[in-house]
């Protein structure tokens, strides 16, 4: 990424930065807005964003758009596997699926170091989704995103709602609320008081807890797995480092803010007109299921409907029952 006032690239199309290869799970990026720039909401205009991203399946005008969790990326067969894959929702052999790494992450697309930092928001990030279906090709999209990414799902229904033929939200209000915000407002800062990865994890902890549920630590986390420490907090502990080997604090400060800047109004939500299933979790502690109903019940075609586990929040990823049968008769509805 460059700033407006830098010298403009000479190249007037999107560049591809490494080609396509025979393998399709190979992560690919493209530089993005080389001659017209992505304007932040921020008010800051961009030049030269550059997008990672992965596809599956044969390239068509019509895709599947996957929109990943905070500390997610674009690898969807390496976290969704219970989606992915033929007879699966995702299924390549009859979809082209896209999934790219959100701006402001840390996964190949531009993140805080090449964005000075700036404020982005989930909107932000749908423009520059936009643009990379444009270079694919693609026209019309199926959405599905599942907790900050069914955040975002939300963003693009409101940025681009003449490219989205339907969405699915997994376990994601219509907006952050003071509680999701709080918790994101504990985590930065850790982050802020203890900068270089102890905050990080720290973070880490805290949000783990919101992931989970009492149920299920209750049920995993007895005991001890070193001689006097609570289970738990080894667990914790485990979960921390994990995040600090493979995540960037300041991404972690940047996509947190991301979320909590994300507050539509009634009124706009009343105007999206596409079919949403938007999928509550009946143990979620960040995102409370009657929080998720009741955020759907202001969107005019939305469909709700719960996923049963003890396993809180990240039980899309962890115990996700019927949840892949439902999201597939939906995508595939229309
Ligand atoms: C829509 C989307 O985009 S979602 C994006 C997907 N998200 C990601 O890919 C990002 C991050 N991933 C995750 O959040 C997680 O990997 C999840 C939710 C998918 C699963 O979490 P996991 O850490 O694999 O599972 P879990 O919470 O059960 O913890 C298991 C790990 O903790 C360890 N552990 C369990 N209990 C303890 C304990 N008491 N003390 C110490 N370690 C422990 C296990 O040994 C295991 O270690 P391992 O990861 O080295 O195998
Ligand atoms: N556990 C997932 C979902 C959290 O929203 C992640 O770390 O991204």
Redesign the pocket.
């Known amino acids: 990424m460059t700033a407006l006032s830098r010298t403009p690239s000479p190249l007037p199309l999107p560049q591809e930065d490494e080609r396509c290869s025979a393998d399709d799970r190979k992560r690919r990026t493209v530089t993005l807005f080389r001659t017209s720039p992505l304007l932040l909401d921020c008010g800051q205009p961009l030049l030269d964003v550059r997008v990672a991203y992965h596809t599956y399946g044969e390239a068509r005008e019509e895709a599947t758009l996957?929109?990943?969790?905070l500390?997610?990326?674009s690898a969807v067969h390496?976290?969704?596997p219970d989606f992915l894959g033929a007879g699966r929702p995702l299924d390549p052999t009859q979809a082209y699926i896209v999934c790219a790494n959100v701006l402001g992450g840390c996964a190949g697309t531009d993140g805080p170091s090449e964005l000075g930092d700036l404020p982005i928001s989930l909107r932000d990030m749908a423009r520059v989704g936009r643009a990379l279906l444009e270079h694919l090709g693609v026209r019309r999209v199926r959405v599905i995103?599942?907790?900050?990414?069914g955040l975002l799902a939300y963003a693009w229904l409101l940025e681009c709602p003449d490219l989205v033929a339907r969405a699915v939200v997994?376990g994601a209000p219509v907006r952050h609320s003071p509680w999701a915000v709080g918790l994101n407002s504990a985590a930065r800062a850790a982050i802020r008081a203890a900068p270089g990865g102890e905050g990080l994890k720290v973070a880490r902890m805290v949000a783990?807890l919101s992931?989970?549920s009492p149920q299920s630590l209750a049920q995993?986390?007895v005991g001890q797995?070193?001689p006097g420490v609570h289970?738990?907090t080894?667990?914790l502990?485990?979960?921390g480092e994990?995040l600090l080997a493979r995540f960037c604090e300041r991404s972690y400060l940047t996509l947190t803010a991301a979320m909590d800047g994300f507050q539509p109004n009634d009124a706009e939500l009343a105007a999206i007109r596409v079919p949403v299933l938007a999928v509550g979790i009946s143990s979620d502690v960040l995102y409370p299921a009657a929080e998720v109903r009741a955020g759907a019940a202001a969107v005019p075609n939305a469909t709700y409907w719960e996923l049963d586990s003890i396993h809180g929040h990240?039980a899309?990823?962890?115990d996700s029952g019927d949840l892949p049968v439902r999201v597939g008769a939906f995508l595939h509805q229309g």
Do not use: C, P
Not at 145 to 149: K, N, R, T
């Open positions: 996957v929109l990943h969790a500390t997610g990326n390496e976290w969704w995103g599942a907790s900050m990414g997994i783990m992931y989970r995993t986390q797995r070193r289970a738990v080894s667990y502990e485990y979960q994990k990240d899309f990823l962890m």
